[in-house]
């Protein structure tokens, strides 16, 4: 459907201009979506803007009867929202699942937070006095979504900010308009949330993200993507002095010690590097190894590697689908991969491509000037640098900004030692990508740490965990 939701209604774009929406897989046509640009994103802001008061003026259990009904609504869809996610964003099944099982969970999350807490009762400052606070809404908020997760990043926002009565206005990425924002005004339509609670304006980000972000009319600019957006989009708030939250990339790393359990971390390699292809915000780019399990380690994850299937998810065959675009294919390709190979990086396995069906690479000999150690990969590379210390290790994890590292030790007082020492938001120890309740996070004033300590992996699929005589 190429048309905005607007106002609790379905309308053209003020250019009139469309785009076209393809399977990543085949190339063939999905459909078309409107490009908006700043005409229609002024319309949104207005709308919500007129919506807010109203929305937040009924009661928590109304709000949370709208957000349980959305979800049923998705719910009833889940087998169709499963393989449009796969169709539009590359991903195999798994990961379709899990997008939209997440993003349904995080209505239900959300409709649970809007009637548990208005407020807390204070130390008063005074004796003879009450002090109360309460929660009130922001207002209106902004939301630009990326490509990789689309449903999923966008309810992470959208479902706690409608609970307190927030309205939104929803931008998601121009590579998947349906799944990340078509799908969620259909729902809003589906279940009467009230006109400009919810509104969704797809776009180029240069036509309909930019304005939205800049937009005097928003409380809060919810990103998620890449760390030069973000810092472009924070340039922005400041001047106004409007609140941000941004979520952007990081150079994650993944430590193996010298005490390691080699095949335990490799296993959990696969993951860390080659979910969704790599194109994650929380894929490991840099496997830091100590000298003493570097050999036993590089050959794990080689022969994990080379025993992936890489194809079409919808075929039921493939392990890892299709990269999103060429334009981030011949970034991992040509700015990353390529470079560092003529830089002196060899390549263990992969290194090529067939359309946007790239090859699971392994490439060793990486050094901290490479772009393979120094750039966020965003793509099925697992780039291996080889140190002498656990001294070394930390020095040259903690010198990129990252999200999500781990660390492979079977000593889990020193796993644990370590990962107090990384500055990153989270950390596991013998684990990778683990779910610590993320959806039930709320934004904050502190810098969290997550450190998760586990034996084994929690859950690896079968490709994951793959022994030397897999497939």
Request: aromatic letters at 6%.
């Amino acid at each position: 459907m190429s048309l905005l939701y607007i106002d609790g209604t379905w309308r053209a774009p003020a250019s009139g201009r469309t785009g076209m929406v393809r399977e990543k897989a085949t190339g063939a046509p999905l459909g078309r979506y409107a490009m908006g640009d700043a005409g229609d994103v002024d319309a949104a802001v207005h709308a919500a803007r007129a919506a807010q008061p109203g929305w937040a003026a009924l009661a928590a259990p109304e709000r949370a009867a709208y957000l349980r009904r959305m979800a049923d609504h998705l719910q009833g869809r889940f087998e169709e929202l499963v393989t449009l996610s796969m169709r539009e964003t590359g991903g195999v099944r798994a990961k379709g699942e899990d997008e939209v099982g997440t993003g349904i969970r995080q209505l239900h999350i959300s409709a649970v937070q809007a009637t548990e807490n208005a407020g807390d009762i204070l130390p008063p400052y005074k004796a003879g006095k009450l002090s109360l606070s309460r929660a009130v809404p922001l207002g209106v908020l902004g939301v630009i979504t990326p490509w990789n997760y689309p449903l999923n990043l966008a309810m992470r926002v959208v479902a706690p900010g409608l609970a307190f009565g927030n309205t939104i206005v929803l931008k998601p990425a121009e590579l998947t308009p349906v799944i990340g924002g078509q799908v969620l005004a259909e729902a809003a339509e589906h279940v009467g949330l009230p006109p400009g609670v919810l509104n969704v304006v797809t776009g180029e980000g240069v036509d309909a993200g930019r304005p939205l972000a800049a937009h005097p009319g928003v409380d809060l600019v919810d990103f998620t993507g890449s760390r030069q957006v973000g810092l472009e989009i924070a340039a922005a708030a400041a001047a106004g002095l409007r609140p941000v939250r941004l979520e952007l990339g990081g150079d994650n790393a993944f430590l193996v010690l010298d005490d390691a359990d080699v095949e335990l971390a490799a296993s959990c390699a696969m993951i860390a590097s080659l979910e969704f292809q790599g194109q994650t915000c929380i894929s490991s780019s840099r496997h830091i190894v100590t000298r003493a399990v570097a050999r036993p380690y590089i050959a794990a994850i080689t022969r994990r590697a080379e025993a992936l299937r890489v194809g079409d998810p919808l075929s039921g065959e493939a392990d890892l689908g299709p990269l999103i675009s060429e334009a981030q294919r011949d970034r991992v390709h040509r700015t990353i991969v390529e470079p560092s190979v003529a830089m002196g990086a060899r390549i263990a396995t992969g290194g090529t491509f067939d359309g946007l069906f790239y090859r699971p690479t392994v490439l060793t000999e990486v050094t901290p000037d490479m772009p393979a150690f120094t750039e966020e990969i965003f793509g099925p590379v697992l780039p291996v640098t080889v140190v002498e210390s656990e001294e070394e290790a930390i020095a040259l994890t903690n010198g990129y900004p990252m999200l999500m590292n781990s660390v492979f030790t079977q000593d889990l007082m020193r796993g644990m030692r370590v990962a107090e020492r990384l500055q990153a938001g989270e950390v596991h120890v013998n684990d990778a990508h683990a779910r610590h309740g993320a959806e039930d996070q709320m934004a904050g004033f502190t810098k969290r740490q997550w450190i998760g300590l586990q034996r084994t992996p929690l859950t690896l699929p079968a490709w994951a965990a793959a022994p030397s005589d897999a497939r």
